[in-house]
């Protein structure tokens, strides 16, 4: 570490508590996304919320109830926004507790430049290299252009952040840096290991001859996705590449097996493309230091042309609902918001315009529901409410543990009848009826 950076580190240098000072009333906060949650910032904002009015916090994914938010729970210092839920802003958000920020995720860096302000950034990071720079870790997203807005940078420097490489944007330096605190050291949050249950097995079934050697691959958040990467370390596929959003452990087994090189991949040759990162020890063990993989801005990874530069890209995403008119909604039950947009949208297009490229939207073909009654995730039409997703112009293939549909180029009865095939059989009878009142249906077309 050179002297001056040495200098500047020893007069940024603050405890968390005179970091929280800083914050004022109508103030907007951005706190890092997914994983870099800043604990110990947030403990200390908590402690004078009462001093303060008219917050407005932001992130991505947040993966711990804010303390900020603890402490104020009936909203009258702060108000918690959420750019993608997961399962803590969805249970936040049923109390009225946390508002979405809708989001096609590749605009998640734009967005912030063109439309968003941010008072205070609250960032934790890995401890500085010799160079000076921070390393932020897990989450690259769109950090950097909410940083870029951020009129104050505070830093909470966590030993448990692994360094990871970039790609781009994945570091600030600390001559941009208004503030450092050390923390707690926290230890990242550890995503419980996803069993793989029958239906989730079949679905993976039917995708697995899907992908070929030299496949570009896409996983989403999930459960079928997950056994989607377990499949595929347990097969012989080889020379995978990976440009993805999410790095998750499954894809740790699916290097150590060898079965992914990136050797056939047109950019970002024999790198793991990612822009945030989350599991269990065992992936970030493997993302410090690792060059193998290179973490990008969301705008680079999930931008539909990007992804489209590789070939055979395959795409594979959960959804809630999908409806006869081939309208999928993956981020709300009604007016329930589950999760988000996200990368679903984008990765669906890239793949598209890959050569060989195919995205597929997975769903189990019923569910039970809280009045223990089984329900179809194929509908006539989606929920009063829901919000679609991936909409039917855009929609390529659509895989439940009954088969696999390809949508994209059939017409409005020719996609009916198609996820007709696929749906549960005690619901197809009645699906077919709908169809048919709503004018989807042929006489000619019969399932067999
Ligand atoms: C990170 C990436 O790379 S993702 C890239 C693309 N991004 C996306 O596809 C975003 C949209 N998709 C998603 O978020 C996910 O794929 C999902 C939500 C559709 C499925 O994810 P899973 O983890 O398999 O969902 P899971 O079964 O745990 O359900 C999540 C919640 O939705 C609820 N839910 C799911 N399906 C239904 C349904 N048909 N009706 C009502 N509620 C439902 C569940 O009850 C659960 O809520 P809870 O936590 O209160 O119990
Ligand atoms: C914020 C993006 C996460 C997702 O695509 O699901």
């Known amino acids: 570490m ?36 800043p604990h110990a910032l947030d403990e200390a904002l908590a402690k004078r919320i009462d001093q303060l009015y008219d917050l407005e916090l932001y992130s991505v994914s947040f993966t711990n109830v804010p303390k900020v938010v603890e402490a104020d729970p009936k909203q009258e210092h702060i108000i918690m926004h959420d750019w993608h839920f997961g399962g803590l802003s969805r249970k936040l958000s049923d109390q009225g507790l946390c508002y979405y920020v809708p989001l096609c995720y590749s605009h998640g860096s734009r967005s912030v430049h063109k439309y968003v302000e941010n008072d205070v950034a609250m960032i934790c990071v890995a401890p500085m290299d010799n160079k000076g720079f921070f390393n932020l870790g897990t989450s690259n997203s769109f950090t950097a252009a909410n940083l870029h807005k951020a009129s104050t940078i505070i830093v909470e ?152 530069l590789n070939d055979k890209v395959i795409s594979i995403n959960g959804a809630v609902e999908v409806d006869l008119f081939s309208q999928v909604s993956s981020e709300s039950s009604g007016i329930r918001q589950i999760s988000g947009t996200g990368g679903q949208l984008d990765f669906t297009m890239g793949a598209f315009g890959s050569h060989g490229g195919k995205g597929m939207i997975c769903l ?55 996820l007709i095939e696929i749906a549960h059989p005690q619901f197809q009878d009645e699906l077919i009826k709908e169809a048919q009142e709503m004018r989807i249906w042929v006489r000619s077309n019969r399932i067999e």
């Not at 590449?241 to 699916?254: A, P």
């Not at 047109?266 to 822009?275: G, L």
């Not at 223990?372 to 009063?384: D, E, Q, T, W, Y």
């Not at 855009?394 to 009916?416: C, D, F, H, P």
């Open 157 to 308: 420097v966590n030993s448990s952040v692994p360094q990871c490489l970039g790609g781009n944007s994945e570091n600030i330096h600390i001559s941009n840096v208004d503030y450092i605190v050390e923390g707690n050291n926290n230890p990242l949050i550890q995503l419980p290991i996803i069993e793989s249950d029958p239906v989730n097995c079949k679905i993976a079934e039917h995708i697995m001859p899907e992908i070929e050697d030299g496949c570009c691959l896409q996983l989403g958040i999930g459960g079928i996705p997950n056994v989607v990467g377990t499949k595929i370390a347990e097969s012989d596929l080889k020379d995978l590449g990976i440009h993805t959003e999410m790095l998750v452990d499954s894809f740790v087994d699916m290097y150590e097996t060898g079965r992914i090189t990136g050797a056939r991949k047109n950019i970002d040759r024999y790198k793991m493309v990612y822009t945030f990162a989350m599991g269990t020890d065992k992936l970030y063990n493997f993302l410090d230091n690792n060059p193998v993989c290179a973490s990008y801005p969301c705008h680079y990874t999930n931008d539909p042309k990007m992804i489209a």
């Open 2 to 37: 050179t002297n001056a950076n040495k200098r500047l580190y020893e007069e940024k240098l603050l405890s968390a508590d005179k970091a929280a000072e800083v914050v004022k009333s109508g103030d907007k906060i951005f706190y890092s996304e997914f994983a870099m949650f």
């Open 364 to 418: 189990p073909s019923a569910y039970i529901g809280k009045d223990g009654k089984l329900h179809s995730r194929i509908v006539p039409a989606l929920s009063r409410g829901s919000i679609v997703t991936t909409p039917r112009s855009v929609v390529q293939y659509i895989v439940t543990e009954n088969g696999i549909a390809l949508l994209k180029g059939k017409s409005t009865w020719k996609r009916a009848e198609a």
